[in-house]
């Protein structure tokens, strides 16, 4: 059974950075497609980006051009490199790993716990 371990979330004003941080283990990581998911207060769960184990990358309109994910299979980890901070980006960040990317976007395959990201205004 995989474990995901999510870390890098925290406080950061509004046109901020993050990186957070999702380290795998128990499964050969490199060939699934590992995503980023996040839920705010009050709010249905939200795709964010998600990365297939070929490469390909995937975001939700909301985040393109500010949000980036990448891979590196030596470290079994994913990256999501989150630039120009919003209010509206808080939340809490898990990420899920999966056979495939239709797999990931419908929620399927193991989860983390998360990682808190809260932007100030």
């Known amino acids: 059974q995989v474990q995901l371990v999510e870390s890098g979330g925290g406080l950061v004003q509004a046109g901020g950075s993050l990186r957070l941080s999702c380290a795998a283990s128990g499964r050969t990581f490199s060939t699934y497609a590992v995503g980023w998911f996040r839920q705010a207060p009050g709010k249905e769960r939200e795709f964010v980006a998600a990365v297939s184990w070929s490469g390909p990358t995937y975001y939700a309109d909301s985040v393109k051009g500010r949000f980036t994910i990448t891979r590196d299979n030596a470290k079994n980890t994913v990256y999501l490199q989150m630039n120009s901070l919003k209010p509206e980006d808080t939340a809490l960040y898990r990420c899920?790993?999966?056979?495939?990317?239709?797999?990931?976007?419908?929620?399927?395959?193991?989860w983390g716990q998360g990682t808190q990201v809260t932007v100030s205004s």
């Open positions: 899920a790993i999966s056979p495939s990317i239709a797999a990931i976007r419908a929620g399927l395959g193991s």
